[in-house]
């Protein structure tokens, strides 16, 4: 029996964690009040498909394994390419043409399934359904299930959470993609701190005058060049919104860049897929 209702009565958390604790397996719909629409498919074990109506580009499969230099841009393309006036999935002509692995597919589809579940969870209307199945065809049917790890959901709802409370926060200071920052003079020393040193107390208190940022803070850093916006620099770097947001934010509170009223610059284009 299908189970339907809307946002307003329950919230993508309250649905989400009453189909983990039951252990269902099947897929939900949920649309927002925009119309885009989210199928996430369950197995007993956690989550196995997230995808979006919406041609977000930092939730593409192609553009994702750009970013994590699994394909080059040139591969894409021409996998774009062959992909027109064709059905096949990109993910099996990636395979069929050698442009990358199975592993590099599944890597990538798990960060676009996380970024899908993460743009889920704050949306505050619209409707869903959850249609219970006996199993789930997922990931495209060009992966092998034997690379593919179900996602935990609690992990993920405790991860998300985490987000949805540093939101508001963030907004206030970036509330909108369309502003324009450019990196500031400093008096000290940049350090560029690797993520396991970001934990690593020691290494964070023996540099004295030194201002620590992270990699994917630095790659940011290297784009606040008074023209990109926001919204370019989340375009070409491919991170998800949230994520190049905090880091702006970061490089904020670090003093590091600043706002600026100069125009910003025309997007780059990239290629959409199917």
């Not at 099996?92 to 599944?106: A, P, Q, W």
């Not at 299930?145 to 987000?163: H, R, S, Y």
């Not at 993520?195 to 690593?200: L, V, Y």
Request: hydrophobic residues 40%; aromatic residues 8%; glycine residues 6%.
């Amino acid at each position: 029996m299908a189970l339907e209702g809307t946002l307003k009565d329950f919230s993508p958390f309250d649905i989400l964690e009453l189909i983990d604790f039951k252990r269902k397996t099947g897929l939900l719909f949920v649309t927002s009040s925009e119309g885009e629409t989210i199928p996430l498919g369950f197995e007993k074990k956690g989550l196995v498909l997230a995808q979006s109506s919406a041609k977000h580009l930092d939730m593409q499969i192609g553009n994702i394994l750009v970013r994590s230099q699994k394909l080059s841009e040139t591969d894409r393309d021409k996998a774009l390419a062959l992909q027109k006036g064709t059905l096949d999935r990109l993910g099996h002509i990636l395979l069929r043409e050698k442009f990358c692995t199975e592993e590099d597919i599944c890597a990538s589809l798990r960060i676009q399934m996380k970024r899908v579940f993460f743009t889920l969870l704050r949306w505050r209307e619209g409707g869903y359904i959850f249609e219970p199945q006996e199993s789930i065809d997922y990931f495209h049917e060009f992966v092998k299930p034997v690379f593919v790890q179900p996602l935990n959901v609690k992990a993920l709802m405790m991860e998300g959470a985490v987000m949805i409370d540093e939101w508001p926060m963030i907004e206030k200071v970036i509330p909108s993609l369309d502003l324009v920052f450019q990196r500031t003079p400093i008096s000290g020393t940049l350090q560029v701190i690797s993520e396991k040193d970001e934990f690593d107390f020691e290494s964070n208190t023996k540099n004295g005058e030194a201002t620590q940022i992270s990699t994917d803070e630095e790659v940011i850093y290297q784009l606040m060049d008074g023209q990109r916006s926001v919204a370019e620099i989340i375009e070409q770097t491919l991170y998800s919104e949230f994520f190049c947001c905090k880091a702006v934010f970061e490089l904020l509170k670090k003093g590091l860049i600043e706002k600026t009223t100069a125009a910003s610059a025309k997007p780059r284009k990239i290629p959409d897929e199917k």
